[in-house]
Nanobody
Framework: VQLQAYGGGLVQPGGFLRLSCPAS????????MGWYRQAPGKKRELVAD???????NYLDSVKGRFTISRDNAKNTVYLQMNSLRPEDTALYYC??????????????WGQGTLVTVSS
């Protein structure tokens, strides 16, 4: 299963970006989908995730600003990021758990997309 994150870039404080991450390959079903981030010199942290039935979970510092969503028909997860702050600057990764057509569970990571919030 392959993932590729899109949508990063340079944005001013207070701005917005929308990240997307389509999953492709021999997928039977996708369970949990999530976004993580890693800033320079810091550990990777979970930003938000969403279950197959739409239950969401957010890092406290992004609550009310970020929204995670998924399109099951497209095997894609999104992250709408509003009111961006300089401390949101990081490499953002998508992560997907599910089952392949071989009936084996998988957990896949996409290549990161860089989000830089700066004036």
């Amino acid at each position: 299963v392959q993932l590729q994150a899109y949508g990063g870039g340079l944005v001013q404080p207070g701005g917005f970006l929308r990240l997307s991450c389509p999953a492709s390959g021999s997928i039977l079903r996708i369970d949990r989908m999530g976004w993580y981030r890693q800033a320079p010199g810091k550990k990777r942290e979970l930003v938000a995730d969403i279950t197959s039935i739409g239950v969401t979970n957010y890092l406290d510092s992004v609550k009310g600003r970020f929204t995670i969503s998924r399109d099951n028909a497209k095997n894609t997860v999104y992250l709408q990021m509003n009111s961006l702050r300089p401390e949101d600057t990081a490499l953002y990764y998508c992560n997907v758990d599910g089952m392949g057509t071989d009936f084996r569970f998988f957990g896949s990571w996409g290549q990161g997309t860089l989000v830089t919030v700066s004036s």
